[in-house]
């Protein structure tokens, strides 16, 4: 059974910058491909950004190009989301979730989620 724990969420002013983590428990976490998805009030559930098991390739909604990096650090089982310029439209809960494939954008190629956290912003 993996787990998956998410860290960072709150409050935070348009313009502000908010970092989330993600850990992973479990020995595989090198091996899958991660991502971090965002579900708005009243929204679907939507990929933000993903990432390789390797780190080396990532893939971005267009929404948060360029003011969204995701990353990773596998010898600490943890994956990060690096949110800047946040604006309103960016309020939602985050959740980050294991892979298989890449990149993915249907809920249903993900098999581990967790239960993520309130991101607000405020105008």
């Known amino acids: 059974q993996v787990q998956l724990v998410e860290s960072g969420g709150g409050l935070v002013q348009a313009g502000g910058s908010l970092s989330l983590s993600c850990a992973a428990s479990?020995?595989?976490?090198?091996?899958?491909?991660m991502g971090w998805f965002r579900r708005p009030p009243g929204k679907e559930r939507e990929l933000v950004a993903s990432?390789?098991?390797?780190?080396?390739?990532?893939y971005y909604a267009d929404s948060v190009k360029g003011r969204f990096t995701i990353s990773r650090d596998n010898a600490k089982n943890t994956v990060y989301l690096q949110r800047n310029s946040l604006q309103p439209a960016d309020t939602a809960v985050y959740s980050c979730?294991?892979?298989?494939?890449?990149?993915?954008?249907?809920?249903?190629?993900?098999?581990?989620w967790g239960p993520g956290p309130q991101v607000t912003v405020s105008s």
């Open positions: 979730a294991r892979s298989f494939r890449f990149p993915s954008r249907r809920v249903s190629a993900y098999d581990y």
């Open positions: 479990g020995r595989t976490f090198g091996s899958y491909s």
């Open positions: 990432i390789t098991p390797s780190g080396v390739n990532t």
